[in-house]
Each structure stands twice: as C-alpha cells, then as structure tokens.
C-alpha cells in the first residue's frame, strides 16, 4: 500500500500543490487519518490550509534540521480534518544547512517513521523544483502522484521527473514508483490538451489516473480564503473531481495493480 505519496513535477504552476491541500481534504472526507506535509518554501500548501505560515511554533525547516520532532511540528485543529506539518521560506534555509550533512536525504524519511501509523495517508507537497527538499520527498515516499497539465512541455518536464525516480529508486529507495498521472486544469475544447492526453494514454496506460481535474473557478478561489475546495464550494466541478480522485486512489490501494514504472 503507497501510505507516504509525494506529490511532485519540478514544473510550477501545474496544480501540484492544489492536488496536494484538496486531496487530503477529499481523503479526510472519507474518515481517513491524513497527514499533509508542505514541503515548499513558498508555504501555499500551508496558506491553503487556513494556516499563517508566519506563525506556526513548528515547521517542516525544524523538522529537517532536527529541532522538532514531526510530532511536534504537527498542526491538528484544521477546518479540512487532515493534519499538518507547514513550511515557509525557512525551509531555502534547511537546504544550504542539510548541503553537507551526512545522510541529509534521508531526513524526512527518519522524522516520518515515528508518526507512519499513526495515519492511512501521508501527502508531501514538494517543491517545484529537483532539489534536496524534493528528493527527501522522493525518499521518504512509497509513490508519487505527478499532476500536469496537458501541453507540450509537460511531456518533457515528465521525462525528467521520471528520470529523477528511476534515480531515486535505484540508489535509495527501491520502493519507490509512480502511483499516477493527474491530468489538472484540463479544458476538453483546447486540441493540444486532448492530443497530450492521448499521448499520455498511450505512453502511461497503467499510471495514469482515469479521474481528470478541469479548470474551475471555485478551485482557484478556494486558496485566497485559505480553504480545501470542498469546505468552500462542495457542489463544484473542482470538488467533485477531488473527491473522485480520492474515491479513485482508495480504490487503486484496494486492488493494487503493477503500474508501467514497475514493470521497467
């Protein structure tokens, strides 16, 4: 079972860490214990959640750098029902710090084995970059859930992630796969984006995930007021298309099948 999902593309602006806040909410929906970790220096994970990333006692940089345990640096009263470890800028500090600490990929890792069950699902929104941050991650997970959006330089930015897994695989966690491909932001009138799609289909038929997430207003709203989308407009097409992918994801860890990363 993939408990601990990274949630990464080193390409910003693609919906990773709207994937990350509004499945752990969709997750929690179904009474699953979950734990969201913002592991971006930007904090919107953290914002996203209803949390000042200026006033937490607690952050994901404490954690790293061994100032906190993950128990303490966890936040648990939240509108949205899962957990949170947050992050702000700090956490460009925690890499220069960690750059010549022995083991420093493995920190995350290590925090999260003292809380890994305490919790059915644990989300790590990294940052949108192939970084040290990105690679605890990496380390730290069992799968990676990739969202993109359907155009061309998607593809590319794929194969370098992909690239960055089969590494990671190989050197420091054999466990490691690719749980899905998310299509997000998805609008069916644009023709590049139904051609992608198809490519995607054809190159990543086991991995990629059937729910797809499209443009929706009350998504891009949702953050501003520092809520999931389905505390703040449950009947929109955003929220409905989180809840199925979580409704998709649970069913995948019921009925675990070899994805295409595996069979390589």
Same mark, same amino acid.
């Given at each position: 079972?993939?408990?601990?999902?990274?949630?990464?593309?080193?390409?910003?602006?693609?919906?990773?860490?709207?994937?990350?806040?509004?499945?752990?909410?969709?997750?929690?929906? +179904?009474?699953?214990?979950?734990?969201?970790?913002?592991?971006?220096?930007?904090?919107?994970?953290?914002?996203?959640?209803?949390?000042?990333?200026?006033?937490?006692?607690?952050?994901?940089?404490?954690?790293?750098?061994?100032? /906190?345990?993950?128990?303490?640096?966890?936040?648990?009263?939240?509108?949205?029902?899962?957990?949170?470890?947050?992050?702000?800028?700090?956490?460009?500090?925690?890499?220069?710090?960690?750059?010549?600490?022995?083991?420093?990929?493995?920190?995350?890792?290590?925090?999260?084995?003292?809380?890994?069950?305490?919790?059915? !699902?644990?989300?790590?929104? /990294?940052?949108p970059s192939l970084n040290m941050? +990105?690679?605890?991650?990496?380390?730290?997970?069992?799968?990676?859930?990739?969202?993109?959006? /359907?155009?061309?330089?998607?593809?590319?930015?794929?194969?370098?992630?992909?690239?960055?897994?089969?590494?990671?695989?190989?050197?420091?966690?054999?466990?490691?796969?690719?749980?899905?491909?998310?299509?997000?932001?998805?609008?069916?009138?644009?023709?590049?984006?139904?051609?992608?799609?198809?490519?995607?289909?054809?190159?990543?038929?086991?991995?990629? !995930?059937?729910?797809?997430?499209?443009?929706?207003?009350?998504?891009?709203?949702?953050?501003?007021?520092?809520?999931?989308?389905?505390?703040?407009?449950?009947?929109?097409?955003?929220?409905?298309?989180?809840?199925?992918?979580?409704?998709?994801?649970?069913?995948?860890?019921?009925?675990?099948?070899?994805?295409?990363?595996?069979?390589?």
């Open positions: 079972m993939d408990k601990i999902l990274a949630v990464a593309n080193q390409k910003g602006g693609v919906g990773k860490t709207t994937t990350s806040v509004n499945l752990a909410a969709s997750l929690a929906a +179904t009474k699953r214990r979950v734990l969201l970790i913002d592991m971006d220096p930007q904090g919107n994970a953290t914002m996203g959640s209803g949390v000042n990333k200026h006033e937490m006692n607690h952050s994901a940089y404490d954690v790293l750098t061994r100032q /906190c345990t993950a128990e303490q640096a966890i936040i648990k009263d939240l509108e949205a029902g899962y957990h949170l470890i947050g992050a702000n800028g700090d956490l460009v500090a925690a890499e220069v710090e960690l750059m010549n600490a022995i083991g420093r990929e493995l920190r995350l890792k290590q925090a999260l084995d003292a809380v890994r069950d305490h919790y059915d !699902f644990i989300l790590i929104d /990294c940052a941050l +990105t690679v605890n991650g990496l380390v730290a997970a069992d799968g990676v859930i990739i969202p993109m959006q /359907c155009e061309y330089f998607a593809l590319e930015g794929l194969a370098a992630l992909t690239d960055t897994i089969d590494q990671v695989k190989q050197t420091v966690n054999p466990r490691l796969h690719i749980t899905g491909i998310l299509r997000t932001m998805f609008d069916p009138r644009n023709t590049l984006a139904t051609d992608v799609s198809a490519e995607l289909l054809a190159h990543f038929p086991d991995s990629l !995930f059937e729910t797809i997430i499209p443009r929706n207003v009350r998504l891009a709203e949702a953050p501003a007021h520092g809520q999931a989308v389905i505390n703040y407009d449950r009947a929109s097409r955003g929220a409905m298309s989180y809840l199925a992918l979580a409704a998709e994801l649970l069913r995948r860890q019921d009925s675990p099948r070899k994805t295409a990363a595996e069979a390589v």
